[in-house]
């Protein structure tokens, strides 16, 4: 008994030696999701290194983020319901990430001269996952908070619930009753376009900000020249990051309203999309 104590302690240390994260891999390891921007092509199932971690992922669907077991990701899209072998890519599309790498990783789908798989640099920190699902059963039919025009798609819309305040924005004194709508915009088109002017159902000022750290103070400071959403990629509007800001609301938002929020991009395309509110 004690021979055998002794010869697992001594296979703990050669294994921390040799790979000190491989203790944490699971936990601690990379997570990805994926974004299915793959027009034309019909609903998938998503094989990480061979197992199957989502179903029926239909266009313009999220899936929440996924640990990856060990540093290295094999992808496959197969039809929903197929076999593994029947996978639209012949070979996994593979990324190999580095060892001890604990980042949150968004993967996109594509549909260019063939199915393609493009891995977009760490998100940071997780958020909310945007998923078609993910509603609260409430009554009523709540907005989707997706909506689609030209190569750009919203989904995960959501408007927080106003608050009174200034904190945050500095040097723009008071500003009344604010609150913020975020989103993912993606772009499947080979051309980048730019989120320029935002309307609002209800009576404010918006603008678009990006929320950053400064001399460790959060900051919120308008964004110059509107949000770059790039060719076959996303641009994600999120708390901490990236915002559609509203100030000097004339009226309350509260959870389980909708806010109708119309975007207009550089390219012309103008999509009107309707957002739950949500607790702030
Ligand atoms: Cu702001």
């Known amino acids: 008994m004690r021979k055998f104590i002794l010869s697992l302690v001594v296979a703990v240390?050669?294994?921390?030696?040799?790979?000190?994260y491989f203790a944490s891999a699971h936990e601690g390891g990379?997570?990805?999701?994926?974004?299915?921007?793959?027009?034309?092509v019909a609903e998938v199932d998503v094989y990480f290194n061979h197992q199957k971690v989502?179903?029926?992922?239909?266009?313009?669907?999220?899936?929440?983020?996924?640990?990856?077991?060990?540093?290295?990701?094999?992808?496959s899209l197969v039809p929903h319901g197929g076999k593994m072998?029947?996978?639209?890519?012949?070979?996994?599309?593979?990324?190999?990430?580095?060892?001890?790498?604990?980042?949150?990783y968004t993967l996109v789908t594509?549909?260019?001269?063939?199915?393609?798989?493009?891995?977009?640099?760490?998100?940071?920190?997780?958020?909310?996952?945007?998923?078609?699902?993910?509603?609260e059963g409430d009554m009523g039919m709540p907005a989707s908070?997706?909506?689609?025009?030209?190569?750009?798609?919203?989904?995960?819309?959501?408007?927080?619930?106003?608050?009174?305040?200034?904190?945050?924005?500095?040097?723009m004194g008071a500003m009344g009753k604010?609150?913020?709508?975020?989103?993912?915009?993606?772009?499947?088109?080979?051309?980048?376009?730019?989120?320029?002017?935002?309307?609002?159902?209800?009576?404010a000022v918006y603008e678009l900000h990006e929320s950053k750290i400064e001399n460790d103070v959060a900051k919120m400071i308008p964004v110059e020249g509107g949000i770059e959403?790039?060719?076959?990629?996303?641009a994600e509007l999120k708390p901490g990051g990236l915002h559609i800001m509203m100030m000097e609301l004339k009226e309350d938002l509260a959870p389980g309203d909708t806010l109708s929020l119309t975007l207009t991009f550089e390219s012309g395309t103008v999509i009107t999309v309707d957002v739950p509110v949500k607790q702030p």
């Open 13 to 20: 240390c050669l294994s921390l030696t040799a790979a000190p």
């Open 30 to 40: 990379p997570h990805v999701r994926l974004v299915h921007l793959a027009k034309g």
């Open 54 to 75: 989502a179903e029926a992922a239909a266009y313009g669907v999220t899936t929440p983020y996924l640990p990856v077991e060990g540093y290295e990701l094999m992808v």
């Open 85 to 104: 072998e029947e996978a639209l890519n012949k070979e996994p599309f593979t990324f190999t990430f580095k060892e001890g790498d604990g980042g949150h």
């Open 110 to 135: 594509l549909m260019g001269e063939a199915l393609e798989v493009v891995m977009l640099p760490a998100d940071g920190a997780p958020v909310e996952t945007m998923s078609h699902e993910g509603h």
């Open 145 to 171: 908070g997706e909506a689609s025009g030209g190569n750009l798609k919203i989904s995960g819309g959501f408007a927080r619930a106003t608050t009174s305040g200034m904190s945050g924005h500095s040097g």
């Open 178 to 203: 604010v609150s913020a709508a975020y989103m993912m915009i993606m772009n499947s088109g080979s051309t980048p376009d730019k989120l320029i002017k935002v309307e609002g159902s209800a009576d």
């Open 229 to 234: 959403i790039p060719a076959s990629g996303m």
